[in-house]
């Protein structure tokens, strides 16, 4: 398995292939106006969210679990999700699948892997990774909710892949915890990253 998250996060590495910074996206909600007040049907008011205390706390979960990938801080991670327990299972779109799978043959195209399986991982502690969001928007009743976005991964320092990311969320008491990780992956070598993500 190190050695399929190896080819899925450092092939891009090993081409050196480079792109300018991409700016660091905002943590938005979904259905929000130019005031940037969600306008949906949950809303208590006009102009007012009846789930915004939710909406930051689930805005301060995806800012933990971007910095846990930057600090290689495995028990930080574990720490999101529900009992400890990381749900996190990659879906590649078939070009890039197979892309892969050249190297590793017993890859599955959707199978438990990300980059949670580098942090606390000794022979990777100095390797710069860093997952970046974009158009994020987040769904909720105040109890669940699904959070989704655009996302590109670096792996020592180039983009390595990127695609489309879903979370179902819960909480529980006060806390929102990740109950499940859903990523699809475009190899960088296959599909190259859209102007929308730089």
Do not use: C
Request: hydrophobic residues 45%.
């Amino acid at each position: 398995m190190k050695q399929a998250l190896t080819v899925l996060a450092g092939a891009a590495a090993v081409m050196a292939f480079t792109t300018r910074a991409a700016p660091q996206a905002a943590v938005t909600d979904r259905n929000a106006g130019t005031s940037g007040a969600p306008a949906d049907h949950r809303s208590t008011s006009v102009g007012q969210d009846a789930f915004a205390e939710d909406r930051e706390a689930i805005k301060a979960v995806m800012r933990e679990f971007q910095e846990s990938i930057r600090t290689h801080d495995l028990a930080r991670m574990q720490s999101l999700f529900v009992n400890g327990k990381i749900v996190w299972v990659g879906a590649g779109h078939p070009a890039s699948y197979r892309f892969y799978a050249r190297a590793l043959p017993t890859m599955k195209q959707v199978d438990q892997v990300g980059a949670f399986q580098f942090l606390g991982d000794t022979s990777f502690a100095r390797v710069p990774m860093e997952e970046q969001f974009f158009r994020p928007t987040i769904d909720t009743d105040g109890q669940v909710a699904l959070a989704s976005f655009d996302y590109l991964f670096r792996f020592n320092g180039a983009v390595s892949n990127w695609g489309r990311e879903y979370w179902q969320l819960a909480k529980d008491g006060t806390s929102w915890k990740i109950l499940h990780l859903l990523y699809s992956y475009n190899a960088i070598e296959v599909k190259p990253l859209p102007a929308t993500y730089r």
